[in-house]
């Protein structure tokens, strides 16, 4: 069965500063996978997805994501963090089913 | 166009007592999906629904949850009795299809919840 390893539940940065949020996977066959954010009080909204092609992937709000096969790997970054990325973000794996990491909460301080 | 609709939003209920959730999954969604989530964690997979058969389940405390999806369209999660440990979000999701090989390229979009409190 796949699963998925967030590595940091708590990850802090500055207005400004890169962001880095790791994602590793477990998978017998390459899976799908997503990332999703999560404000408080709601549902989860998709950032972006891996299915075929292009490794690296753009989603939204600045974000994007590279995966890295040979490092079972699919780390979620943005150049500058702005205030309103301030949440939960979840990684998830799909071979049919989702299955979703544990999250990382990201503050962005001022 | 509506996106998954839960309701109801937030129920507080003592436990023991029986409780249900309703969702009404995007028009055309084959895929139906139920997670809970504990506060702090991820979602955990309850149940997952191709059309109107439950394909997994294997993650649904079958002693106290059961599901339903009539007809393949809107679904509802019960609990009876309710335990302590089930206070928590639950989660409802769609998709036009399975996520990965041999499903449909897609995304779930998931409702906002209902925040459970068994007191």
């Known amino acids: 069965a796949q699963s998925v390893t967030q590595l940091g539940s708590h990850v802090s940065v500055s207005e400004g500063a890169l962001v880095l949020l790791r994602c590793n996977y477990s998978s017998s066959v390459p899976p799908y996978l997503f990332w999703y954010v999560q404000y408080p009080n709601q549902g989860l909204q998709l950032l972006l997805k891996y299915t075929t092609g292009a490794t690296l992937v753009k989603g939204i709000n600045g974000f994007e994501a590279e995966f890295k096969k040979s490092e079972t790997s699919f780390h979620l970054t943005k150049p500058s963090a702005h205030m309103s990325d301030a949440a939960e973000y979840f990684c998830?794996?799909?071979?049919?089913?989702?299955?979703f990491g544990a999250g990382t909460r990201l503050t962005v301080k001022p | 166009e509506a996106g998954v609709v839960q309701s109801p939003r937030y129920k507080i209920i003592e436990k023991k007592q029986p409780v249900a959730f309703w969702c009404n999954p995007i028009?055309?969604?084959?895929?139906l999906y139920w997670y809970r989530q504990n506060l702090g964690q991820g979602p955990e997979l309850l149940i997952r629904?191709?059309?109107?058969?439950?394909?997994?389940d294997s993650q649904l405390p079958k002693d106290r949850f059961s599901a339903e999806r009539l007809k393949g369209v809107d679904s509802t999660l019960k609990i009876q009795p309710a335990e302590l440990g089930d206070s928590a979000v639950y989660l409802c999701?769609?998709?036009?299809?399975?996520?990965?090989?041999?499903?449909?390229?897609?995304?779930?979009?998931f409702g906002q919840g209902t925040r459970l409190t068994v007191v």
């Open positions: 028009s055309g969604h084959n895929t």
């Open positions: 629904y191709e059309n109107e058969e439950a394909v997994d």
């Open positions: 998830a794996v799909s071979l049919g089913d989702m299955r």
């Open positions: 999701a769609s998709s036009l299809g399975g996520l990965g090989r041999g499903g449909m390229n897609t995304e779930a979009f």
